[in-house]
């Protein structure tokens, strides 16, 4: 790995006059302040000004380095060292620190596929396992804040992720249920929606529910809680339904899902005067003006909730959790989920605004491992004997997660994630067509080493199982049909007496 970086320290009066004392400092940078953190038995190592010149008020320097002290936190360093002389002597300091041109070369794990491209970077050159960039015009904000090595990782990333395109999820069956006799091979959605029993919503990839529908769901939504959450100690909690992109950043979903989420705007002002003329367009086109609405609101800073658990780690940032309260165990259902699927569209299973109940625990390894087991537990009794369904489970390792760093996670036997899928007669025979998945579980190192949350005495880990009600009602009513003289007596027992609806003519 090799740096040399060009670029230009700003003075705030001129410096001529300190030619020696700056050559001074260089000198004494390069035997020993750039070479801080480098092995001392590797020769030549850490970073070195190769040349410098005055101009007037501006010091221009060429700094090389290897891995060990990059030339961009070499110039940090040496910065804070030129102001130490020079403000008490010279009564001047550094105002900014322009980048010129930053040549890194590096060597990649492997050879990328094709050329890649990133903002930041002016050239990316890729030559067999071999990569060489080039960097202009990054502030000194940048510089401080890692642009320069997040820039090395994402391409990192990027290369990797080319070997994953295309490819399926890894997936290994760890367990099945006997095969149920199924009551008909319809998709319950197509027919619900010829029953009057759901209607598509008002904008695309969401529906309205009924009173049949609706029952339908809030009773899955009671079995879930009753027989899976409530046995097992977990509390409720309720949360807003906007997530800040601070909080998006923290928990990988903003670089993760940016072209799934649907974004929030608010209203530049709320002055009724300032909004009269939107108002009186619409009230004479009945059309909302687009580019009025576009230059009366604010750019998105932060978007609808995608999955309930990334507020709950936030609620916990910086918290120390009691020893005697561990695992913490809490779920929210109260606010709905969205993701733009685009054409991936289908039924009430894949939409664009869904409803899940949302669990997330918190607790030491042991504990979670012990949790995920009864989690397991739970969840079979509830699809063997409430819903008497088809289902199987399987270990995956999603490819985004591959190609991402969470790799490491999956190394661990008892950590990552499993999926609960359910057999659809509509889509085929069972060993030829895709099964829903309809639920899963993961445990995870990630969100309480970046939300800081820390027990008294022990490292503490963090994980979700994700209940779509949607995707729960799918699989229920493909095997067991609309007829509740169909469906087992444990769910009808919670369902209770089919609605009135709804008559229409």
Not at 51 to 71: G, P, Q, W
Not at 126 to 140: A, D, P, Q, V
Not at 159 to 182: C, H, I, N, P, R
Not at 310 to 338: C, F, G, H, K, Q
């Amino acid at each position: 790995m090799r740096f040399e970086l060009e670029a230009t320290l700003t003075f705030s009066g001129k410096i001529e006059d300190a030619v020696e004392d700056i050559d001074q400092i260089i000198s004494n940078a390069n035997s020993d302040l750039l070479k801080r953190g480098a092995p001392k038995d590797v020769d030549d190592s850490g970073a070195r000004v190769l040349d410098y010149s005055v101009d007037e008020d501006m010091l221009h320097l060429i700094i090389e380095s290897d891995r060990y002290v990059r030339a961009h936190d070499g110039i940090l360093r040496l910065k804070k060292k030129l102001n130490e002389k020079m403000g008490p002597e010279y009564h001047v300091g550094i105002r900014k620190i322009g980048v010129d041109d930053y040549t890194i070369e590096f060597e990649l794990e492997r050879e990328a596929k094709h050329d890649i491209s990133l903002p930041f970077v002016d050239d990316i050159r890729l030559e067999g396992e071999i990569c060489k960039i080039n960097i202009s015009g990054l502030t000194e904000e940048q510089l401080s804040k890692n642009y320069v090595d997040r820039i090395l990782n994402r391409i990192e990333e990027k290369v990797e992720a080319q070997y994953y395109e295309g490819k399926e999820e890894q997936w290994e069956l760890l367990e099945q249920s006997e095969e149920k006799e199924m009551v008909w091979d319809e998709d319950p959605t197509e027919v619900m929606e010829e029953k009057g029993w759901i209607k598509r919503g008002p904008t695309k990839g969401k529906w309205f529910y009924r009173p049949k529908a609706a029952k339908i769901l809030k009773t899955l939504e009671k079995i879930a809680v009753k027989e899976v959450l409530k046995p097992l100690g977990f509390q409720e909690v309720m949360e807003s339904v906007m997530v800040p992109f601070e909080v998006w950043i923290d928990t990988g979903h903003m670089e993760g899902i940016p072209n799934e989420a649907y974004y929030i705007s608010e209203p530049s002002t709320r002055n009724p005067e300032e909004w009269e003329d939107i108002i009186d367009e619409i009230k004479i086109t009945q059309e909302v003006p687009s580019e009025k609405l576009d230059e009366m609101t604010e750019t998105p800073k932060a978007g609808f909730c995608y999955a309930q658990c990334p507020v709950i780690y936030w609620s916990l940032r910086n918290e120390t959790i009691s020893d005697d309260r561990l695992p913490l165990l809490l779920y929210e259902s109260t606010v709905p989920s969205a993701r733009y699927e685009s054409g991936g569209r289908h039924g009430i299973e894949r939409v664009d605004e869904f409803h899940r109940v949302e669990p997330v625990y918190i607790g030491t390894k042991e504990q979670l491992v012990d949790l995920k087991k009864e989690l397991i537990d739970r969840y079979k009794h509830v699809f063997e004997n409430v819903l008497d369904i088809e289902w199987r489970m399987a270990k995956v390792e999603p490819f985004y997660l591959q190609q991402a760093g969470g790799k490491h996670e999956e190394e661990e036997t008892d950590l990552g994630t499993v999926d609960f899928e359910a057999y659809l007669p509509y889509r085929g025979d069972r060993k030829s067509s895709e099964w829903l998945e309809f639920g899963n579980l993961s445990i995870f190192r990630k969100y309480t080493e970046t939300f800081n949350i820390k027990s008294q005495t022990e490292e503490l880990l963090s994980g979700c199982t994700g209940i779509g009600i949607e995707r729960w009602a799918t699989a229920f009513l493909a095997q067991k049909g609309l007829e509740p003289k169909d469906w087992p007596e444990e769910f009808k027992s919670y369902f209770g007496d089919m609605p009135d609806g709804v008559e229409l003519l």
